[in-house]
């Protein structure tokens, strides 16, 4: 499965109960305060809980407050959808949006993905993604459709041409691979910003990746498997891309050296190597990629023996990128502790603008809430801090970059 880009949404919000009638105010009066001081006040209490399951029960309680509140809690409430396919909250959610909640959605991410319908009766139909209004939901923006991969989608781009409404996504991921079928739903959303992969078909029309009109906009590229070299630069080729992320760094398109000047943001996290490839890549990325501003770096795996005290020193060729500013690296070892990751700092140094160093250990083979997350500032004085950043995904961390950067 691709990694996930933004990891706040993976959070599952609980649905909120069905709603009661409302009286205009809990005193029965009639607001006073102009509609755009209710919109912002509803916005800034939003923006201040960054937990989406407690957002949305702050949101739920605040539009019982009045019939003046309603609206503008609701707009909110429904505007990210987290819809985890065939479960009881699904159904919640499904019923609220067929209810006119639909026309709030901006951002929808269904888990478990699948088009299996059932029966039409079946009082479990409106838990499946197929019998949402997609057709609705005139504001959508960004679709995420996760579950287990799917060779053939045939059936799924059929359904998408049909139900969502043409150019009105900047953002879709799914793990599918773009072929024939998949592309004739990509032709019709030509506002695409960001796109999230598998890979590519064997048979695809290379040469229709090429158009222009095709998705002209799409400045971030996330691609799990390049499985097919000559549709990945029939597609990068003729668009602005920017941000780029690779599932592997052992699957680099063969026109990586003429792809990788271009990009500002690069992204290769989930991939892992041992300490033998870790020099080779890190030369590659620091010789092609020249002008990265924010690179998260793979995962280094090593052993006891593998003169861990020494291994920062093998980052010292990012000296090169001389426009980066945030870097995040990650190990994974037998033993946490031996690693002096305050001298990377010193071994990239300048000319580099680095500001920002995320990085994380964990104890080889133990991969639940072992991670330990730090995050080296440069300070006033180009000294260097360390802050804890427990809980904090490497995945957070590239969106903050992005996002401080304006890269987002």
Not at 131 to 156: F, K, V, Y
Not at 197 to 214: K, N
Request: overall charge neutral; charged content about 20%.
């Amino acid at each position: 499965m691709p990694p996930v880009t933004r990891s706040h949404k993976s959070r599952i919000p609980k649905a909120p109960d069905p709603e009661p009638t409302l009286p205009e105010t809990l005193d029965g009066q009639k607001s006073k305060l102009p509609p755009e001081l209710l919109r912002n006040i509803v916005e800034e209490v939003a923006l201040s809980i960054p937990d989406a399951r407690a957002r949305n029960h702050v949101l739920y309680n605040l539009l019982l407050t009045s019939r003046d509140l309603h609206p503008e809690a609701r707009r909110i409430l429904y505007r990210d959808i987290t819809f985890v396919n065939r479960t009881r909250v699904a159904g919640q959610i499904a019923n609220a949006l067929h209810a006119g909640a639909a026309k709030y959605v901006r951002s929808l991410r269904v888990q478990y993905f699948d088009l299996q319908k059932g029966r039409p009766n079946n009082i479990n139909a409106r838990t499946r993604f197929c019998h949402l209004p997609l057709n609705r939901m005139d504001g959508l923006q960004s679709l995420e459709l996760w579950g287990t991969w799917i060779g053939d989608a045939s059936a799924i781009a059929d359904f998408l041409v049909t139900s969502i409404p043409v150019n009105s996504l900047l953002e879709f991921q799914a793990v599918l691979p773009i072929g024939n079928p998949l592309l004739r739903f990509l032709q019709q959303q030509n506002r695409i910003q960001f796109l999230s992969v598998y890979g590519f078909d064997i048979g695809l029309r290379t040469a229709s990746l090429s158009s222009r009109q095709l998705m002209p906009n799409l400045r971030r590229f996330n691609l799990l498997f390049p499985s097919n070299d000559v549709g990945f630069q029939e597609l990068v080729e003729e668009r602005p891309i920017t941000v780029f992320h690779l599932g592997s760094v052992f699957d680099l398109p063969t026109c990586w050296s003429t792809f990788a000047p271009r990009l500002q943001a690069l992204d290769v996290s989930t991939s892992v190597i041992g300490v033998p490839e870790f020099q080779e890549f890190i030369e590659i990325f620091s010789t092609t990629a020249v002008n990265l501003r924010v690179l998260a770096c793979f995962e280094v795996t090593f052993f006891s023996d593998a003169l861990t005290s020494t291994l920062p020193a093998g980052y010292r060729a990012l000296g090169n990128l001389r426009h980066l500013e945030a870097l995040s690296v990650s190990f994974d070892a037998n033993s946490i502790g031996q690693l002096d990751v305050m001298t990377i700092p010193d071994v990239v140094g300048p000319p580099t603008q680095l500001k920002s160093i995320f990085v994380t250990q964990q104890p080889m083979g133990e991969h639940d809430n072992q991670v330990i997350a730090d995050e080296l500032l440069r300070d006033s004085g180009s000294g260097w801090t360390t802050v804890p950043r427990t809980g904090m995904m490497k995945e957070d961390w590239f969106e903050s970059s992005l996002e401080r950067l304006g890269l987002a």
